[in-house]
């Protein structure tokens, strides 16, 4: 079960349920996937509110090896996501949330 305080959430990927969560070293790896400079301009770059699906892959990837499931983001594009596309983008805001702070009131409001 996931636990929030540590920064972890819970998704169904590949069938079944996973925990995600991003390390330190998970989002060092984000930093220089997306060629950022440090945390604060990971977390701008993110709450611009626009994702791309290779973003997503790359971001959910991120958690599942934060959590102990090391994964790439090309095993994770392969892989179905609950609810598609719209599904990922809220696992997306939901591991942002958890690990920066932000707290999402309604999933429906998550842009993909």
Known sequence: MA???RGEIEAEIGGRRRILCLTLGALAGLEHAF???DMT?????????????????????AGLAGAGEPMTADEVAAMRIEGGAVGAARI???????TFGT???D???ARP
Not at 92 to 98: F, K, M, P, S, T
Request: glycine share 8%; no cysteine.
């Open 103 to 105: 707290e999402v009131a």
């Open 35 to 37: 060629g950022a400079e």
């Open 41 to 61: 301009a990971l977390a701008e770059r993110f709450s611009a509110g626009r994702l791309k699906a290779s973003d997503a892959t790359v971001i959910i990837a």
């Open 107 to 109: 999933d429906s409001t």
């Open 3 to 5: 636990n929030r305080h």
């Open 92 to 98: 997306v805001v939901d591991l942002l949330g958890a």
